[in-house]
């Protein structure tokens, strides 16, 4: 039982930990990249600002789902906690912290580029939306994973 506690424990703790990484990872990527297009165009503010900001969404998918899981985890199932329910938490707190982590990066990434764009003088903004939505969709993905996992517990 106590092996289950752990491992259930630190799933959490992956899942809002490098979810959470990955965002403030992402969101400062997009923030490094509006800092110099500022200095080209200072008119397009609210554009790179939203565009830095997507990423932060990665960390909020990781709170979510550690808010799902842990509302699961009374005192009761606790004491009850078997090794495959243990597990299952372990799994979907490194699953959701990992996809979180990564997709953040990567959208920060398609981001910066995108602000790059549009500090050039390009009309870029919807379509850097766009192309930013691909990475998030896997985090979306592994949110709902999570969300299928809960509901076996």
């Known amino acids: ?18 979810a959470g990484i990955g965002s403030a990872i ?18 397009a503010f609210g554009s790179y600002m939203l565009l830095s ?12 789902g550690f808010f799902i899981i842990n ?4 005192p009761e199932f606790i004491a009850n906690m078997t090794i495959g329910q243990g597990t299952a938490i372990f799994a979907a707190g490194l699953s959701l912290g990992i996809v979180g982590l ?6 920060g990434q398609v981001c910066a580029n995108g602000i ?5 003088g390009y009309d870029v903004f919807g379509k850097t939306m766009v192309l930013a939505v691909f990475p998030e969709l896997y985090a979306i993905v592994a949110f709902a994973a999570t969300f299928l996992i809960s509901g076996g517990l």
């Open 53 to 64: 900001a997507l990423p932060g969404t990665q960390g909020l998918y990781g709170f979510g």
């Open 116 to 120: 790059a764009g549009i500090g050039s």
């Open 1 to 18: 039982m106590t092996t289950a506690i752990i491992l259930a424990y630190v799933g959490l703790a992956l899942m809002i930990g490098l």
């Open 26 to 43: 992402g969101v400062s990527i997009g923030g490094n990249a509006t800092i110099g297009a500022l200095k080209k165009n200072d008119e």
């Open 102 to 107: 990564m997709s953040a990066i990567k959208q």
């Open 71 to 74: 509302s699961k985890m009374t």
